[in-house]
């Protein structure tokens, strides 16, 4: 991959840079601006290289239509305080407004296009479609920047397409994030552990396959680690559970045996009684037990780990060297089922190991619980993207600025 280091000198010249400011808001206020913060490096250099910024990003899910409330506004505003200048906002993505607005820019200044999921051609399946609108966007600029990590791994027209049109570079975020996840999959420090959590197993198959390969320790709790007990046997009762993957754990705790790893699962559980949490409020109604995980009652809901799991957990993070963790313990919205999580952040924290978090929810989770991001090895901005590179998959939007 060619660096903005290769360049250096910007001056006079559009740099068209994605960045992913997909940020957590409340109305018109930002709750987490972490991911625009992370892109700060890379637009300060270009900024001191008097490059001309124009910024492409998106904000949710608009579906190839303009909607408002989607707008990027909230992002320009934030970036602008946080670079201390002001920030130029188009009214549209690729239209006379973008047209505009590139076009007044001087050296060292700053545009930022509107959301780039309200053209249809962003994130078509089509590929004349999405080329067609990628060359709109490579009017708009000289050379091209990939910065925004927590999309390289979508083929998406803003991400992918466009970097073929233009001299493609990547920016200082998409390299520090690419060179952790290297260090995790290429001779990482052992013993290596890693935990995953959350709730849907299907969508962590793929990761445990290959991670089941490099780590000396794998982890399992959350909502996901119900399959894996009751594809031994056990009473789970109204626990998370997904009947289709109940092979795929069975072949997965037979594997670690058979090739020496450790592969670790709770053996204790918070339980609630059925429907007792309301997860569009996330508050709970009735009482917590806490039960060995061989003694579940079959008519409660395992809805976090218990303190047995936890210190075990903690136990075998505070003797690793290398330490990647992805996925809520529990419940952790609801403070009285984020016990376990809370306790592998703290383990985290503790330990002298190279952690890194995974993005998404442990990421939003540590940061909730008052740590800072420097007291972990990493923090990636791209939950989905780092969980595709370390299962081995190919990222569209890091091939193509290999081949450039
Ligand atoms: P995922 O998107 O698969 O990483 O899952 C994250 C979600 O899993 C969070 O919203 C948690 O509330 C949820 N979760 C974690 N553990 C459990 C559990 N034991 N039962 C139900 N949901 C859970």
């Known amino acids: 991959m060619k660096s903005i280091d290769d360049l250096k000198d910007f001056t006079g010249k559009r740099v068209l840079i994605r960045c992913d400011f997909n940020v957590p808001l409340q109305g018109d206020q930002i709750t987490d601006d972490g991911r625009i913060r992370a892109a700060l490096p890379t637009l300060t250099a270009l900024r001191k290289g008097g490059a001309r910024i124009v910024i492409m990003a998106h904000m949710g899910r608009p579906d190839g239509e303009v909607n408002m409330k989607y707008s990027l506004a909230p992002v320009a505003k934030r970036l602008g305080e946080l670079m201390g200048v002001e920030v130029a906002l188009a009214g549209d993505v690729v239209g006379d407004s973008a047209t505009a607005t590139v076009a007044a820019l001087g050296d060292g200044d700053i545009a930022l296009l509107e959301n780039v999921r309200f053209e249809p051609g962003e994130a078509s399946k089509d590929d004349a479609e999405r080329y067609k609108l990628a060359q709109k966007y490579a009017q708009l600029g000289d050379i091209f920047v990939s910065d925004g990590f927590g999309v390289v791994h979508r083929k998406q027209a803003s991400v992918y397409d466009v970097a073929k049109l233009l001299p493609a570079y990547s920016g200082y975020l998409v390299q520090a994030e690419v060179d952790v996840l290297r260090k995790l999959t290429v001779e990482p420090e052992r ?48 626990s998370l559970l997904d009947e289709t993957k109940l092979d795929d754990c069975s072949g997965y705790i037979k594997q670690a045996e ?66 990647f963790w992805n996925g809520p313990m529990g419940i952790f919205e609801i403070d009285s089922l984020a016990q376990g999580t809370k306790a592998i952040a703290k383990a985290l924290v503790d330990s002298d190991a190279f952690s890194v978090v995974g993005g998404g929810d442990s990421a939003a989770a540590v940061r909730v619980f008052g740590y800072e991001d420097s007291q972990f090895g990493h923090i990636s901005t791209g939950g989905g993207a780092s969980l595709e590179y370390l299962e081995g998959k190919e990222l569209p939007g890091l091939a193509v600025l290999e081949e450039a």
Do not use: H, W
């Open 191 to 238: 013993p290596y552990v890693v935990i995953l959590g959350g709730a849907k197993v299907a969508d962590k198959l793929a990761v445990i396959d290959n991670l089941l390969k490099v780590a000396d320790t794998l982890i399992i709790g959350g909502g996901m680690s119900y399959t894996f007990m009751k594809a031994q046997g056990y009473e789970i009762g109204k």
């Open 258 to 323: 058979a090739t020496g790893k450790k592969l670790l699962l709770p053996v204790d559980a918070l339980t609630v009684g059925e429907n007792a949490v309301d997860f569009s409020t996330f508050t709970l109604g009735g009482d917590i037990v806490e039960t060995d995980m061989t003694a579940l009652p079959s008519d409660r809901v395992g809805c976090d780990i218990g303190e047995k799991s936890a210190e075990l957990f903690a136990s075998e993070i505070a003797g690793a060297k290398t330490v």
